[in-house]
Structure formats: C-alpha cells, structure tokens
C-alpha cells in the first residue's frame, strides 16, 4: 500500500509565501525609501503607499506628486511580475524556498516604458495599487495598474507598462 505523504499544515505554507514575500520586498531599498507595502490573497497582491506629508506635489490642493504616484504603479507592477514568476517556481518546486533566509530570488523585470494616465488629484491619504499582467513570456510581460484611494471603482491613475522578464535559472 503507498501511502501519500500528509499536505504540509495551511499556517506552515502561508508563512513560508510570507516569507518569500517578504524577502523580495526588503530586496528593494526603493520600495522601503517610498514606504510601499504589499498584501498578499493567495497569489494575488495589492500593493499599498501609506500617507506622507513627503508625498505632497502641490500643497495648495494638496495633492500627491506625479512621480509618487508613477514610482507606485511602477513598483506595484514589478513586485507583481516578480511574485507571478517566484510563485509557479515556489508552487512547482524548482525554486527551494525551504530555508527562506538563503533562498536565491530571481532578478527583477527590466521596464522597457510605462505610461501612466491621472485621471484625477491623488488625495492626501493612503493608495492601493493592484496589476493585472495582460502577458507574460519567457522574454517579454505587458502588465495593467490601477491606483485607487477610497473605492476601488474610482481610480485616480491607472498604467500600462512592458517589462523585460529575467532569464530562469536551469
């Protein structure tokens, strides 16, 4: 009789995707510089940019900067291109993520341009940004943001960008 091995506890593997998680963010010194966070639903990430007084572009409306706002959508898309790319290697098993604190993480996407659309006055107040990757290759990925404050149907930015993607490691 074989006997299949018991499915590692739901709390162990969250932890370890955590972990992964974690670990490519803190792999950025931008992404702590601009303050930017992520929170992860299964495979799915949202990104978040906290408010700062430093995030002011005009303080007569107020409203955020321009550049804040690019950087966000412009991190939010490339932490999202990375983690797609861990994930099938995490969930496949080619990439070992057992001991999390020695794991080798694959190179970020290079950007290759990224338009960003403000649709309205960023707020003085936090923002979440989720991407939606429209392709990915083993070359080339074009991925869509949306930056959103309140309500998550009334966007004030949204991008389009087009990566170039890291060469898996055989």
Same mark, same amino acid.
């Given at each position: 009789m074989n006997k299949?091995?018991?499915?590692?506890p739901v709390q162990v593997v969250k932890q370890r995707r955590d972990s992964v998680l974690r670990a490519l963010i803190d792999g950025v010194p931008y992404v702590?510089?601009?303050g930017i966070g992520f929170e992860r639903r299964g495979d799915e990430l949202t990104g978040t940019m906290p408010f700062k007084e430093e995030?002011?572009?005009?303080?007569l409306l107020p409203a955020l900067h321009g550049g804040a706002t690019a950087a966000f959508l412009e991190v939010t898309a490339i932490i999202t291109l990375s983690w797609a790319f861990i994930w099938e290697d995490m969930e496949s098993g080619?990439?070992?993520? *057992?001991?999390v604190d020695n794991v080798t993480l694959p190179r970020l996407p290079k950007t290759i341009d990224f338009t960003v659309d403000y649709l309205r006055s960023g707020l003085p107040r936090d923002a979440y940004a989720?991407?939606?990757?429209?392709? *990915?290759?083993?070359r080339y990925a074009s991925v869509h943001v949306e930056g959103w404050q309140d309500h998550r149907d009334r966007m004030f930015a949204q991008a389009t960008g087009h990566f170039v993607m890291p060469q898996r490691r055989d």
């Amino acid at each position: 009789m074989n006997k299949r091995p018991r499915p590692e506890p739901v709390q162990v593997v969250k932890q370890r995707r955590d972990s992964v998680l974690r670990a490519l963010i803190d792999g950025v010194p931008y992404v702590q510089f601009m303050g930017i966070g992520f929170e992860r639903r299964g495979d799915e990430l949202t990104g978040t940019m906290p408010f700062k007084e430093e995030l002011i572009g005009n303080p007569l409306l107020p409203a955020l900067h321009g550049g804040a706002t690019a950087a966000f959508l412009e991190v939010t898309a490339i932490i999202t291109l990375s983690w797609a790319f861990i994930w099938e290697d995490m969930e496949s098993g080619a990439l070992d993520v *057992s001991d999390v604190d020695n794991v080798t993480l694959p190179r970020l996407p290079k950007t290759i341009d990224f338009t960003v659309d403000y649709l309205r006055s960023g707020l003085p107040r936090d923002a979440y940004a989720r991407a939606t990757i429209n392709r *990915s290759g083993r070359r080339y990925a074009s991925v869509h943001v949306e930056g959103w404050q309140d309500h998550r149907d009334r966007m004030f930015a949204q991008a389009t960008g087009h990566f170039v993607m890291p060469q898996r490691r055989d």
